[in-house]
């Protein structure tokens, strides 16, 4: 069965992310497409994962031989480079052949709707019903799909580059900064590398942009852990930062000039303030619940508001569109302003940190500090992934009772399976189950770090019983 998550349809590969599957997905877009009166070209991207090309020819052939017209892009890019294409070029739909920043071992389909905004839940609800309705899949090969002209190789790269530098103050040229870039082995670098030079960085040292299939053997994310083993190569080569992104480009991860890891609730909440305060920008922000505090109580002392939505993209951009928000963003290293694409793009928010430590001309740290010292933030975030066999009895687990938290709990809110535990002073945890993944996410911002662990492991030993 299809099932499509926050992040679309992923499955392993050649288990559940197969030929077959691809096609099928392919099929109910088309049906659907159909249905609706749609006449529009539908954009096919696809990654660096492994095959993800031949991918992309899959869902090519089946919109061919639907008699749908196929832009399929001529190389991989990022994620929300197929989604600029959806916006600018006004389409109905998009496809992109990744599983974002999943294992090596994992690719999926990810689906994008006028606008070129992530499909919402309800479109890829009927996806799902229409996928397991079909009894046959109508496609042609990509020869004869091109000979009939409904198969087409695009390329959108210069209107994706031209409207992410519409974003950045041009002053930043002929800077002196001097920064690395850590691709991964994903496809940013196909972007920001050539971006990088445009903005004239004096110096942006580009490691892991080679396509490797198993991201060097490890997951293509930029997590903490993954941002730290960066450290001594920022110290000794004396960067005044260091930039990662995940392996389709949408997740940012930052290290200072000290090696220190600046983790994505800092990123959001020093971008908003430098919107605000630095650009003269206005408007509220919107962040999803496994968001710190941090960012709530800059927009307050900004004068505007933070909205919090569930996790999921969809939800933030949704409801930035909703109360006109200047930003929004997520834990996981995820963001957009308004204006642009309603999308996570870290080719953007790399490109917009730049322009930020570069305008403010002061060291990351500082940055940081200041944020922090302007909001008044005296509050520690952690957060911790579990791995279960069994995510049916972890749900029943946690719709039956909570866990034994240090401290009486002052309310629980659920957003869908995500269970957000609130105590006192703005202290809560979050247990967030992936959508995914067979796994549950723990989020914890108490006082200081060691209270915030002491609420994990207080999660831990009750999902484990």
Request: hydrophobic residues 40%; aromatic residues 10%.
């Amino acid at each position: 069965m299809i099932k499509f998550g926050t992040g679309g349809f992923r499955g392993v590969i050649g288990v559940d992310f197969t030929k077959e599957n691809v096609q099928l997905c392919i099929q109910a877009l088309c049906n659907m497409a159909k249905r609706s009166g749609s006449t529009k070209p539908v954009i096919v991207g696809y990654d660096y994962r492994f095959a993800s090309e031949f991918a992309g020819v899959w869902a090519a052939e089946v919109l061919a031989g639907n008699g749908m017209q196929c832009w399929l892009y001529d190389e991989a890019m990022p994620t929300p480079a197929i989604m600029s294409v959806v916006k600018n070029e006004q389409l109905d739909y998009g496809v992109m052949i990744t599983a974002s920043h999943n294992p090596y071992y994992y690719s999926g389909v990810k689906l994008f709707m006028k606008g070129g905004v992530d499909a919402d839940v309800a479109f890829t609800g009927e996806i799902e019903k229409e996928c397991a309705a079909i009894r046959s899949v109508q496609a042609i090969s990509s020869e004869e799909g091109t000979a009939k002209g409904f198969i087409q190789k695009v390329s959108f790269k210069r209107q994706y580059f031209d409207n992410i530098k519409s974003f950045i103050d041009e002053s930043i040229k002929n800077n002196h900064a001097k920064i690395l870039y850590n691709d991964l082995f994903g496809v940013g670098a196909v972007c920001l590398k050539p971006l990088a030079a445009e903005y004239g960085i004096a110096q942006f040292d580009v490691i892991n942009d080679k396509r490797d299939a198993f991201f060097g053997g490890v997951l293509p994310n930029p997590t903490k852990e993954m941002m730290l083993s960066m450290r001594g190569r920022v110290l000794e080569g004396g960067y005044d930062f260091a930039i990662a992104t995940d392996s389709d480009s949408d997740r940012l991860g930052v290290l200072d000039e000290k090696g220190q890891y600046v983790d994505s609730n800092d990123i959001l909440a020093c971008l908003y303030y430098y919107l605000v305060r630095y650009r003269g920008m206005k408007g509220d922000i919107v962040k999803n619940c496994a968001t710190s505090i941090l960012v709530d109580r800059v927009a307050e002392k900004l004068g505007y508001r933070c909205h919090e939505v569930d996790v999921g993209f969809k939800n933030i951009s949704s409801k930035m569109l909703e109360t006109d928000a200047l930003i929004g963003g997520e834990s996981s290293g995820g963001l957009t302003v308004r204006g642009y694409v309603m999308g996570k793009d870290s080719v953007f928010s790399a490109s917009l940190f730049m322009e930020m430590v570069i305008r403010m001309g002061k060291p990351v740290s500082e940055i940081v500090r200041e944020v922090h010292d302007f909001a008044g933030y005296d509050h520690a975030i952690e957060e911790e992934t579990l791995t279960f066999s069994e995510m049916d009895r972890v749900k029943k687990q946690l719709e039956g009772a909570a866990p034994a938290f240090d401290g009486p709990i002052v309310r629980m809110q659920q957003f869908n399976s995500n269970y957000k535990y609130y105590f006192d002073d703005d202290c809560w945890v979050l247990i967030r189950m992936s959508g995914t993944e067979p796994v549950v996410r723990v989020f914890a911002e108490m006082k200081s770090a060691d209270e915030s662990d002491g609420q994990i492991s207080a999660v831990k030993k009750f999902l484990s019983a």
